[in-house]
């Protein structure tokens, strides 16, 4: 059974500085990796989508990786802005989606 | 082109009872999954449908059913309710194909007292 953990839990950070999440699984044979937002009481957003033979994605200021040697995946947010404060949940799997439980994240004006 | 939609947006249930969910995907798109979010369990895969079969199937009890119609817009039920339901159940499409990116509905918060 795939599972999927993200540390830390949450975190807080002062504005511009640049954040940095992880997930680990504990399958390496996973299809893909998505990377998602969600708002408080809102449904997903979807961020990043890594296909399992890719090292990498990137979308503006967002860069994630993955290493399925080791079972990690990094989400990357450069200049961390407050309207970036959410939780980031990482999930793997084809249809059948896995999640960690998120990472929060506050960002401080 | 319009996002995933799901009705209602809340509801609020009594132990023993049942309830019907509603989730419409984005146009084109044929497969549709649904997602369980607790506090305590975080999102956990309930199951997904493609062209009207069921594909895939989590760890959920019978209580919990759905089915998708030919247009794919599907419906969850959850029969005899219990406290431990109450949750946000999100409702994700996608075109079909594996591994295919998963498009989130705004999800169903129910309530059962």
């Known amino acids: 059974k795939q599972e999927v953990t993200q540390i830390p839990a949450a975190l807080s950070v002062p504005e511009g500085e640049n954040l940095v999440l992880n997930c680990s699984f504990t399958?390496?044979?996973?299809?893909?990796l998505q990377w998602f937002r969600q708002d408080p009481g809102k449904g997903l957003t979807s961020l990043l989508l890594?296909?399992?033979?890719?090292r990498e994605q990137t979308s503006g200021r967002l860069n994630a990786s993955l290493d399925k040697s080791s079972g990690r995946s990094t989400l990357y947010i450069a200049a961390s802005q407050p309207g970036d404060s959410a939780t980031y949940l990482c999930?793997?799997?084809?249809?059948?989606?896995?999640f960690g439980k998120g990472n929060q994240v506050v960002v401080i004006p | 082109k319009a996002g995933v939609t799901q009705t209602p947006r809340y509801l609020i249930k009594t132990r023993g009872q049942q309830v019907t969910l509603s989730c419409s995907p984005i146009?084109?798109?044929?497969?549709v999954s649904w997602y369980q979010q607790t506090p305590g369990q975080g999102l956990q895969f309930l199951f997904e449908?493609?062209?009207?079969?069921?594909?895939n199937k989590g760890n959920f009890p019978g209580r919990f059913s759905g089915r998708q119609f030919s247009n794919s817009r599907s419906e969850m039920n959850v029969s005899t309710l219990e406290l431990g339901d109450s949750a946000l159940y999100l409702c994700?499409?996608?075109?079909?194909?594996?591994?295919?990116?998963?498009?989130f509905g705004p999800g169903t918060r129910l309530t059962v007292l």
């Open positions: 146009s084109g798109h044929r497969s």
């Open positions: 994700a499409s996608s075109l079909g194909s594996e591994g295919a990116t998963q498009y």
């Open positions: 449908y493609f062209s009207e079969t069921q594909r």
């Open positions: 399958d390496s044979a996973i299809y893909n």
């Open positions: 890594i296909q399992s033979s890719q």
């Open positions: 999930a793997v799997g084809r249809n059948r989606l896995a």
